[in-house]
């Protein structure tokens, strides 16, 4: 059936239309897409209005080109959560009804870098703990995630626990709480040590998160970087007119 004319772009009706049939069903999650041939045919529009309208899909993640292979229509994130609250991984993974669960793969302390001076404005007998773990959903990788804390933000015996809230950790002593967090994203493709990790398809895309949190007192306490699978995972955020 081709679509109705309307008096906005063609190809913007296009992509309504392949989003109506995606989410009734007509195309599946992960399943290949006809040519665009044929979607042109069925749709009746030409080639290059088609081509814009998946252009514009794959940029909205609804879809993926695969060069030689094929356009297939993306898994619908499982997670979703808002950035305005620093919400856990484990968090987020609950409320869509699976199990958290947490992958150890290193914790080791070290002296300070010219980066980590210049981020925790570290003194001169500082060290860094960086913690890198994988986070889990019912036993899949979904998140790839390194900590950096200076050390003597957590309790003495960190380094020796199997497993610990990094923010339960920080704040254990009672004289820090963090209280807000920088968070840069970014997406990204293939990533040669985080997308074997989460075993990624070679087109799985993922998307990078940078967070700085800081206490009260503006006093940076934690560097994040989580590379979360974007298949699985979507954030979005409020934006209040002022």
Known sequence: MTIKSDHRALYLQVIDRMKQDIAAGLYKEKEKLPSEFELAKTLGVSRATLREALRLLEEDNIIVRRHGVGT???AKPVFSSGIEQLTSVSDMIRQAGMEPGAIYLST???PCSEEDIKRFHCEDDDSIITIERVRTANGEPVVYCIDKVPSRYLPGDFLGRTESSIFSAIEESGDIHIAYAVTFIDPIGYHDQASPILECDPET?????KQF????????VLYSKNYFRADKFSFHVVRKRV
């Open 72 to 74: 297939f229509v993306n």
């Open 108 to 110: 080791h302390e070290a």
């Open 205 to 209: 895309a993922l998307l990078e998160l």
């Open 213 to 220: 949190h800081y206490d009260e007192d503006d006093r940076m």
